[in-house]
């Protein structure tokens, strides 16, 4: 039996497949071209999933480690761009203002 809840990858990809398959009106020989469509956005909803995360859940987890939202890391964090002269973009070629 499905879990309805929460269905497997495949089952995800197979539901997909149907749905488009329904949107252009039941084509015949398409099945393949359906597939690989919805294993596209099955795969793209899954990685949106787990690169998103409410704010809440990040504020969250930062105050479980003592530090506020946002804030440097307890090791020291990463640098910023601007204390970093090779990050920085480059200066704009042109005529330069009178002082």
Known sequence: MIDKAHPTHDERVRLKAY????NEGRPEGRDARHWEMAREAVGYDDALRSTLQPAGEIAGAAADQGRPAGGPKPNGGTRMAASD???????????????
């Not at 749905?19 to 329904?22: A, D, F, G, T, V």
């Open 85 to 99: 002269p090779s990050l920085r973009p480059p200066k704009p070629k042109g005529r330069r203002k009178p002082a």
């Open 19 to 22: 749905e488009i398959w329904l």
